[in-house]
C-alpha cells in the first residue's frame, strides 16, 4: 500500500478501543475520578499510536521506531512508580488497608495494560497491511475480544471453597468456628459482635491455595475487598471492630471476622469468593516433585 495513514489510524483506533474495554471502574475504585480516567485514556492513546506507527517506521526502514518502543517501555515504568508511590499515600487514610502486596498488583497492572494496548495496535497494523482492511477489523475483534480475556484473572473461587463459619467466644477470646480471632475484654463489645458480627471460612482446594492463603498480602486483599464491598463498622482507635484473618494452623484453613455495615452472610461470602488472588502470593509446590511427595 502507498499510504500508510489508514493502516495507522486503524491500529490507533484499535489500541485506544482496547484501552477502554479493560479501562474498569469496580468496588477498588481503579480508576474511580475524572482525572484518572483522563489520565489512562491519554496514556492509551499514546501506547496505541506507537504500536500503530511501529510498522510502516519499520517497512520504510525507519528504525528509530525501535527507539520509541524502547523509550515508551521506559515511560510506562515509570508510571507504574508513580501509580505505586500514589496508592502508598492514599493508604495511610484507608481504615481497612489494601495492603502492599495488593498495591503493587495494581500498579503492576497499570504498566501492563499498556503494553497490551501497544501488542494490540501492533497486531491490527501488521495484519491491516499484510491483508488489507477486512483482515485488520477482524483482528482488531479478535484483539478485543483476548484484552477482555486477559482482564480475568483467579479469585478466590478459583483456588478455595468459601461457607459460613460460626462466631462465639471461649471467656474474652473471640472465635469462628475453632480458630481464635482475638481477645475482646468488654462485655459489651462481645454483645455486639455476636450480635453484628460475620465470619466465613476458606478452605484452601490444594496446597499450592494452601501456600497462597498463608501469604499476609493475600489475606489483606480478602479483608479490604469485603470490608469496600459490605462495608465496616471498624473506627479508628477502636480494635475491637478491625476486620482480621486467622489461620488454622494445621488445616491451612482461613477464617475471615468482620462487623459489615450490610450484615448478609451471603453477600459476604460472594464478596471473598471475588477477591482477587494476588500474583506476588501464588505459589505452586505442587509443581516440583518435592512438592508432590510432601502432599502426598
Known amino acids: 500500500m502507498e499510504s500508510y495513514i489508514e493502516i495507522i489510524l486503524l491500529g490507533i483506533i484499535a489500541g485506544f478501543v482496547t484501552r477502554i474495554i479493560i479501562l474498569k471502574t469496580d ?13 489512562h485514556l491519554s496514556l492509551g492513546f499514546i501506547a ?5 506507527v ?3 517506521a519499520l517497512v520504510n526502514k525507519d528504525f528509530a521506531a525501535v527507539t520509541f518502543l524502547s523509550m515508551a517501555a521506559q515511560q510506562f515504568r515509570d508510571i507504574r512508580n508513580i501509580e505505586r508511590e500514589t496508592l502508598n499515600k ?16 495494581i500498579a503492576s497492572v497499570f504498566e501492563s495494560r499498556n503494553y497490551l494496548v501497544m501488542l494490540a495496535s501492533l497486531l491490527v497494523s501488521t495484519i491491516t497491511y499484510l491483508t488489507g482492511y477486512v483482515g485488520g477489523i477482524i483482528s482488531s475483534l479478535i484483539a478485543f475480544f483476548l484484552a477482555n ?32 480471632i482475638m481477645n475482646i475484654g468488654l462485655s459489651k463489645s462481645r454483645e455486639k459482635i455476636l450480635k453484628e458480627g460475620l465470619a466465613v471460612r476458606i478452605i484452601p482446594k490444594n496446597d499450592n491455595a494452601r501456600l497462597t492463603l498463608h501469604d499476609v498480602g493475600q489475606r489483606q486483599a480478602i479483608i479490604h475487598t469485603a470490608a469496600v464491598l459490605l462495608g465496616t463498622k471498624k473506627e479508628i482507635g477502636e480494635i475491637e471492630w478491625t476486620p482480621l484473618a486467622r489461620k488454622n494452623i494445621d488445616t491451612g484453613d482461613i477464617c475471615i471476622f468482620i462487623i459489615p455495615n450490610e450484615p448478609d452472610i451471603e453477600c459476604l461470602i460472594e464478596a471473598v469468593k471475588k477477591a482477587p488472588v494476588l500474583e506476588s502470593a501464588k505459589r505452586k509446590p505442587l509443581s516440583t516433585s518435592i512438592g508432590r511427595r510432601a502432599a502426598d
Open 54 to 56: 511501529a510498522v510502516p
Open 27 to 39: 468496588y477498588r475504585f481503579y480508576p474511580g475520578y475524572p482525572h484518572g480516567y483522563v489520565t
Open 149 to 180: 480475556r486477559l482482564m480475568k484473572g483467579e479469585t478466590i473461587q478459583d483456588i478455595a471453597i468459601v461457607q459460613e463459619a460460626q462466631l462465639s467466644f471461649d471467656g474474652a477470646f473471640l472465635k469462628a468456628d475453632e480458630i481464635i
Open 90 to 105: 492514599l493508604e495511610a487514610n484507608e481504615l481497612v488497608g489494601r495492603g502492599q502486596d495488593y498495591i503493587e498488583g
Open 48 to 52: 496505541a499510536s506507537i504500536g500503530a
